[in-house]
């Protein structure tokens, strides 16, 4: 048995903010979360949930959280984004694994994410296939995030497990989020790693990324979502 910290990243994330919070209540002993300056209705949100949040200037995704994560005082954590929503099976399942016999300082936990792009569950956005499996419960002794500034990830484990459950990864709602979100990643990619500019090294990686996700992993199914997850693709095969 052990207890868990929960740490949430927020900016301006009024949208979701209700229904990531509500089910990450029933499981956490204490729930951390950093916002990085919004001017939204966020932090209202997080006072009708009794919580007052940490602010850190944004830098990249795995720095953030590692913040997040320095401020708990548990030494079991669960990261979230403050747009995904864990369902009932995984609130279950969290509730399950505390109860038991704690785990190894090295074991590790990963949720079963469902990508929603536009409100509609999509195979895939560069670069993965959806469902993914992130890794997002750990030991905080033995597990921290990397700072790569695009695609960061959990690192120290050495063995995992899948939790079940179905977590809604509900991003990119209007359209303009996709190229804000495109546009973010860009200038982190510039501001923390050299990068060499290549105009055949682009052309072949976007013809290849739109052929290779569009196509071979089915975004051709989603309909327009899937021409906009495409087109996503391609300008993220440039970074």
Not at 94 to 105: F, N, Q, S, V
Not at 159 to 184: C, Q, R, W, Y
């Amino acid at each position: 048995m052990f207890s868990l910290s929960v740490c949430v990243l927020t900016f301006n994330s009024a949208r979701l903010l209700k229904d990531v919070l509500s089910p990450l209540v029933d499981i956490a002993d204490e729930l951390i979360i950093v916002d990085s300056g919004s001017s939204d209705d966020t932090l209202s949100i997080c006072q009708e949930f009794g919580i007052t949040p940490s602010y850190r200037a944004y830098t990249t995704h795995g720095e953030q959280m590692n913040f997040a994560i320095s401020l708990t005082n548990n030494s079991w954590v669960l990261c979230m984004d403050s747009d995904e929503i864990i369902d009932r099976k995984t609130v279950e399942e969290i509730k399950k694994i505390k109860a038991g016999a704690t785990p190894e300082t090295d074991m590790a936990f990963r949720i079963s994410r469902h990508w929603f792009v536009l409100g509609q569950e999509v195979h895939n956005i560069y670069p993965v296939t959806s469902p993914d499996y992130p890794v997002r419960l750990f030991n905080k002794e033995s597990v921290m995030f990397n700072s790569r500034p695009v695609d960061d990830a959990a690192e120290g484990y050495k063995n995992t497990a899948v939790m079940s459950g179905f977590v809604k990864h509900d991003t990119l709602l209007p359209i303009h989020e996709v190229f804000n979100k495109l546009n973010g990643y860009t200038t982190r990619l510039v501001k923390y790693k050299k990068v060499t500019p290549s105009l055949d090294r682009g052309f072949f990686s976007a013809f290849g990324s739109f052929r290779k996700w569009y196509g071979f992993k089915n975004g051709w199914k989603d309909g327009k979502d899937g021409v906009i997850t495409g087109t996503y693709d391609v300008a993220y095969s440039f970074l």
